[in-house]
Antibody, heavy 121, light 107 residues
């Protein structure tokens, strides 16, 4: 049974860097059939795709966040990470890590439980 | 960017009702359209992938149809556990986009 678990600080100060890690268990992030990524949801609002990474290291970022965003893999730990720099209150959201399944037309078929990150001084 | 327009934004229904939600894409996305259910405080769960394929473990009262730019999700007979918010997602582009969501409320 695949499980994804987000971890990281729940409170980040404005202008600082938001860092989250997703630990994957029950499956390998090195599989060719999957991409791995991040979604966020501001309180009371809809879902926004942040970015995706492939086992090869290829990355795809939301253009609205490009320049502030880095997604990386650590295959030795079966983890992938998100770093978002120069955060503002607009970055306050629940952040989800997820798996993109190539075999089901790119559907995001597994999600972490989500972690709330608040940007505030 | 591919935009998805979901409608309605909310609806009121009763247990046993047949409910249909639509999603329109700004470009042809073939069948790269997926549907999710989200309950308060929980992560979204995949219901339908590739427009009409039922995800494993999802009740058969959920069905999806469409291709190209017009898609729909139908709940055949609404159950109490189905009151939630539903989102469509296009996976035609690596840059995924979601619809705005449809909240299904109890009438």
């Amino acid at each position: 049974q695949l499980q994804l678990q987000e971890s990281g600080p729940g409170l980040v100060k404005p202008s600082e860097t938001l860092s989250l890690t997703c630990t994957v268990s029950g499956g390998s992030i090195s599989s060719r059939n999957f991409y791995w990524g991040w979604i966020r949801q501001p309180p009371g609002k809809g879902l926004e795709w942040i970015g995706t990474i492939y086992y090869s290291g290829s990355t795809y970022y939301n253009l609205s966040l490009k320049g502030r965003l880095t997604i990386s893999l650590d295959t030795s730990k079966n983890q992938f990470s998100l770093k978002l720099t120069s955060v503002t209150a607009a970055d306050t959201a629940v952040y989800y890590c997820m798996r993109v399944n190539v075999l089901t037309s790119g559907a995001y078929d597994s999600w972490g439980q989500g972690t709330l990150v608040t940007v505030s001084s | 960017d591919i935009q998805l327009t979901q409608s309605p934004s909310s609806l009121s229904a009763s247990v046993g009702d047949r409910v249909t939600i639509t999603c329109r894409a700004s470009h042809n996305i073939n069948m790269y359209l997926n549907w999710y259910q989200q309950k308060p405080g929980k992560a979204p769960t995949l219901l339908i992938y590739a427009a009409s394929s039922l995800q494993s473990g999802v009740p058969s009262r959920f069905s999806g149809s469409g291709s190209g730019t017009d898609f729909s999700l139908t709940i055949g007979s609404l159950q109490p556990e189905d009151f939630a918010t539903y989102y469509c997602l296009q996976s035609y582009s690596t840059a995924g986009t979601f619809g705005q969501g449809t909240k299904v409320e109890f009438k």
